[in-house]
């Protein structure tokens, strides 16, 4: 009876924890779900918004993209290598650079390529308030604009340094935001085999890779990478046009995806009798 008497304390508060832990699972499961009138659970927890990454596709096609944010004396050299292979992408344009660089941008427009927003001032997006992002995406899009008579509709976050409210302005502000599924490190600067490596060992379609105008090697390693996607039997294609139209959807990785709408199955006909 002592013994039994001296574990009961214990006992009692096992059972004390016990239900306080499943107190707090019930109330953490509240938060999250809650029942319509229909009977049906409808999830309240929300969702992060996600830039896209990269695409679901079928064929084998994929998008190449540069940052141009500082240097610009190696982008007339670019635009000639991308004339040679038959090539159009996407330069994503800081404001500075717009404004120290008019000519290349206009150059750029004329060449073929598609220009996105990379920003004013390249800042780290994330830190800045709803104002300021817009300020950002605003400034640079009416320089592009005023040079070339295209607004650009696509934005990539510096850094690829973005939050909620980012997306969620970015898209309010009629911008795809874009990021990439592959890198190039091409701003490491490790030499053209390392460069051509990196930016070709794992390609699938619907892939964006990203480069950078003005890094060391990307003009002797160019040349080499565009060979290679094509010999694998890529087409390469501007930003815009590996992005999907009508209704998408972005999967928790970035990958956009089609929204296949359920259909009501059609009912089969009788054979008329003969």
Known sequence: MALLQGLRPRLNRALALRAVSL???????????????????????????LPVYSVERDDKVLAISFDAAWGGSQTPALLDILDEYGVKTTFFLV???????????????ARGHEIGNHSTSHPEMSKLSEEKIREELAVTSDRIEALTGVRPTLFRPPYGDYNDRVVTVSRAEGYECVQWSVDSLDWKNRGVEELVRQATRKIAPGDIVLFHNDSQFIVEALPTILKTYQDAGYTIVPVSEILLEGETAIDHTGRQHPVVSEQTPKQSETPEQI
Do not use: H
């Open 95 to 109: 404001g500075i650079w717009v404004e120290r660089f008019p000519e290349l941008v206009q150059e750029i427009i």
């Open 23 to 49: 107190v707090c699972l019930l109330s953490l499961c509240a938060c999250y779900c809650a029942m319509t009138p229909g009977g049906d659970v409808m999830v309240l927890s929300r969702t992060r918004q």
